[in-house]
């Protein structure tokens, strides 16, 4: 330990081919002995090297408890929409979707979420049932931005919510009527 303290290894002059697996472990390196305006090589790291721990699921993206690199396979997965249980109350878990759909087979409302981060964005499809009559309220935390106040009536209509969390008590949305 200390033997070696200011020399400089040439360019070069270790390749990844030279390093035994764990030859360099983090508690080996002093503070400041990596020049952090060195580069490294194109494609030294690629995406098959890295073992699939380190890796974000969709779900770990979607409920930001990872802090991993995302593909953008996984990114893809997490916006596909997911089907929410239609109730006289709903209340989202937004640590579980980004975009959803409701069957609206009851009137209810969309109570404020659960788990919501500053920053997300998403849509919220309604589809109305067999007869179509269905409405859909709003908890307090749920502000209108738009001109549209309430769910398109007729069997088998949508109406997109489209949202956006402000913070973890407001959340702006926006209702369209899909033709």
Known sequence: DGAVVTAKIGDLAVTSAKLANSA??????ADGAVDTTARLADSIVTFAK???????????????????????????SAAAPIA????????????????????????????????????????????????????????????NVGSKTSLKTGVRKKTRLDYSVVSTGEIHFSLTWVP
Not at 24 to 29: H, R, T
Not at 55 to 66: C, G, K, M
């Open 24 to 29: 360099v472990i983090a508690g080996k390196l």
């Open 84 to 143: 929410i249980t239609d109730s006289a109350t709903i209340t989202p878990n937004m640590a579980t979707f980004i975009n959803a759909t409701v069957a609206k087979t009851i009137n209810g409302t969309l109570a404020n979420p659960d788990n919501p981060k500053p920053g997300q964005a998403g849509f919220i499809v309604f589809t109305q049932d067999g007869v179509g009559d269905k409405t859909q309220a709003f908890g307090a935390n749920w502000k």
């Open 50 to 76: 890295m073992a699939a721990a380190a890796i974000a699921s969709a779900a770990e993206f979607i409920s930001n408890t990872a802090s991993k690199v995302l593909t953008p396979a996984a990114v893809w």
